[in-house]
């Protein structure tokens, strides 16, 4: 049915932006009387920047964070990494050099500036989530402030879950220990292979026995949701190899496993080690589809459930409240240079310190964007999903749904619903791109002059990716 993979949800982003790419506004300033000149107090001014009526409805007197169905987060992006990994080119830099003091200070003053207003004191924010880069290249006590910052200024829930993204050379014993009496409760282990041939492809720093012996100390002594990252089809990988790591997901006593196709992101060094041929890769569908079925059934056997489209957990063992949040599009604080985020339904991006800018968040993109995120879970309710079409684009959905339930990737549920079956699993993300298309073609949306989409590219074509980070482990 499909010819190409989308092998993560920013594929299927990537595919519903075109779907809604705007039409050219004439004049080039999107947006409507709200805009004015922005990018936070100190930037240039930058068209279709709504900081103002941010600062207006955060200062005023209803509504509060998290007070939607979603909840609220906070997400905190430190952009530094001690070692860079071959397949990466995401928004990090290299932390050799980098004044990793002022920028923990710029964080914190960041959090007490939005701890200020109203709409953030009177909230609840239910999930934190410390992404990059690698957050523990910050120093234990550089952390600990950070995590006292947060309690201090931000109305956390009383069980607010705070995860912590981690390559495992940089989080010893002691700091994980250290963090854990801060109130970290979650980490999120990039572990990606313990094959060796495959840690040294990867670039990951410690050989296989240290790493193995890693997570099993870390699990013994951490009270918490512990959840790793594994990379499968990446160049030469056998089935053998990736046997080994699902063995690992089994038999290390971790609570939930994020697992890609390896994606080559253009600019990395496998990128180019690949261009030059110096590494040679050859993957199919066919031998992505075995690597998938091999890895999800093995951990399905062991009792593992689908969280969402590229996320297996121990039932009850991980609630994962952070992707709940965002991808519900409720309240979450982005924090630190490159977050993106979105607070009382406008889209904000940090830029840099100072700087800061504002979508107007409200264009008939959204309830795309919402539907999206509902189809990245391993359930899809037709009601949920068609609540927010007109009548032709919903009997579209349902179309769709049951077109895919013809193929056998979806198999109807009990009440009324639908699950991917395991070749549903592995086409997730193309699933949801068709029915999405399917709701935009119908509803006659294409093309939308979106003032949200249009001032989301605005900011983009200024270097702010909105999601920066791993984000979603
Ligand atoms: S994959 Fe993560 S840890 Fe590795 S270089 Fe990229 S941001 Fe850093």
């Given at each position: 049915?499909?010819?190409?993979?989308?092998?993560?949800?920013?594929?299927?982003?990537?595919?519903?932006?075109?779907?809604?790419?705007?039409?050219?506004?004439?004049?080039?300033?999107?947006?409507?009387?709200?805009?004015?000149?922005?990018?936070?107090?100190?930037?240039?001014?930058?068209?279709?920047?709504?900081?103002?009526?941010?600062?207006?409805?955060?200062?005023?007197?209803?509504?509060?964070?998290?007070?939607?169905?979603?909840?609220?987060?906070?997400?905190?992006?430190?952009?530094?990494?001690?070692?860079?990994?071959?397949?990466?080119?995401?928004?990090?830099?290299?932390?050799?050099?980098?004044?990793?003091?002022?920028?923990?200070?710029?964080?914190?003053?960041?959090?007490?500036?939005?701890?200020?207003?109203?709409?953030?004191?009177?909230?609840?924010?239910?999930?934190?989530?410390?992404?990059?880069?690698?957050?523990?290249?910050?120093?234990?006590?550089?952390?600990?402030?950070?995590?006292?910052?947060?309690?201090?200024?931000?109305?956390?829930?009383?069980?607010?879950?705070?995860?912590?993204?981690?390559?495992?050379?940089?989080?010893?014993?002691?700091?994980?220990?250290?963090?854990?009496?801060?109130?970290?409760?979650?980490?999120?282990?990039?572990?990606?292979?313990?094959?060796?041939?495959?840690?040294?492809?990867?670039?990951?720093?410690?050989?296989?026995?240290?790493?193995?012996?890693?997570?099993?100390?870390?699990?013994?002594?951490?009270?918490?949701?512990?959840?790793?990252?594994?990379?499968?089809?990446?160049?030469?990988?056998?089935?053998?190899?990736?046997?080994?790591?699902?063995?690992?997901?089994?038999?290390?006593?971790?609570?939930?496993?994020?697992?890609?196709?390896?994606?080559?992101?253009?600019?990395?060094?496998?990128?180019?080690?690949?261009?030059?041929?110096?590494?040679?890769?050859?993957?199919?569908?066919?031998?992505?589809?075995?690597?998938?079925?091999?890895?999800?059934?093995?951990?399905?056997?062991?009792?593992?459930?689908?969280?969402?489209?590229?996320?297996?957990?121990?039932?009850?063992?991980?609630?994962?409240?952070?992707?709940?949040?965002?991808?519900?599009?409720?309240?979450?604080?982005?924090?630190?240079?490159?977050?993106?985020?979105?607070?009382?339904?406008?889209?904000?991006?940090?830029?840099?310190?100072?700087?800061?800018?504002?979508?107007?968040?409200?264009?008939p993109s959204e309830k795309y964007?919402?539907m999206?995120?509902?189809?990245?879970?391993?359930?899809?309710?037709?009601a949920?999903l068609c609540g927010e079409l007109d009548p032709e684009a919903g009997a579209a959905v349902r179309g769709?749904?049951?077109?895919?339930?013809?193929?056998?990737?979806?198999?109807?549920?009990?009440?009324?619903?639908?699950?991917?079956?395991?070749?549903?699993?592995?086409?997730?993300?193309?699933?949801?791109?068709?029915?999405l298309?399917a709701a935009v073609t119908a509803s006659g949306a294409k093309?939308p002059?979106?003032?949200?989409?249009?001032?989301?590219?605005?900011?983009?074509?200024?270097?702010?990716?909105?999601?920066?980070?791993?984000?979603?482990?």
């Amino acid at each position: 049915m499909f010819t190409e993979r989308y092998r993560s949800h920013h594929d299927a982003e990537a595919h519903l932006a075109r779907l809604l790419k705007p039409a050219p506004i004439s004049g080039g300033r999107p947006g409507g009387p709200g805009e004015r000149p922005g990018g936070g107090a100190a930037g240039k001014p930058m068209p279709g920047d709504y900081s103002g009526e941010l600062e207006e409805r955060l200062r005023g007197e209803s509504g509060a964070a998290g007070a939607g169905a979603s909840g609220a987060g906070v997400y905190i992006h430190i952009p530094y990494c001690d070692r860079i990994c071959t397949f990466c080119n995401l928004n990090r830099k290299e932390s050799g050099g980098a004044d990793l003091e002022a920028y923990t200070g710029y964080l914190v003053s960041e959090i007490k500036t939005w701890g200020a207003y109203r709409y953030i004191r009177e909230g609840s924010f239910s999930a934190v989530y410390l992404g990059g880069g690698t957050p523990t290249v910050l120093s234990t006590r550089q952390l600990e402030t950070l995590l006292k910052a947060l309690k201090d200024n931000l109305p956390l829930s009383g069980d607010c879950e705070i995860t912590v993204e981690s390559a495992q050379h940089n989080l010893g014993p002691e700091k994980a220990a250290a963090l854990e009496r801060a109130g970290v409760n979650r980490f999120s282990l990039g572990i990606q292979t313990v094959s060796e041939r495959g840690r040294a492809l990867l670039g990951r720093t410690l050989p296989e026995e240290k790493a193995r012996e890693h997570l099993r100390a870390l699990r013994e002594n951490f009270g918490g949701v512990l959840g790793i990252d594994i990379i499968y089809s990446y160049p030469g990988e056998t089935l053998a190899e990736l046997r080994q790591d699902a063995e690992l997901c089994i038999n290390s006593g971790i609570d939930s496993v994020s697992f890609y196709s390896l994606m080559i992101q253009e600019g990395s060094a496998l990128a180019r080690s690949i261009a030059d041929k110096a590494v040679t890769f050859e993957r199919s569908i066919e031998s992505d589809r075995a690597a998938h079925r091999l890895f999800y059934q093995t951990l399905k056997e062991a009792g593992f459930s689908l969280l969402e489209l590229t996320k297996l957990a121990r039932p009850g063992r991980d609630r994962y409240r952070y992707i709940r949040v965002q991808y519900g599009r409720g309240d979450l604080l982005p924090i630190g240079s490159g977050a993106g985020g979105r607070i009382a339904g406008f889209p904000v991006y940090s830029l840099a310190p100072g700087r800061r800018f504002v979508s107007p968040g409200t264009g008939p993109s959204e309830k795309y964007h919402r539907m999206l995120g509902l189809l990245e879970f391993a359930r899809y309710d037709p009601a949920l999903l068609c609540g927010e079409l007109d009548p032709e684009a919903g009997a579209a959905v349902r179309g769709a749904l049951s077109a895919l339930a013809g193929e056998g990737l979806l198999e109807k549920t009990e009440d009324g619903g639908y699950s991917p079956t395991a070749e549903g699993v592995f086409w997730g993300n193309n699933m949801a791109a068709a029915i999405l298309e399917a709701a935009v073609t119908a509803s006659g949306a294409k093309n939308p002059a979106d003032p949200a989409e249009a001032a989301t590219q605005t900011v983009q074509g200024v270097g702010a990716p909105a999601e920066a980070s791993h984000g979603r482990r």
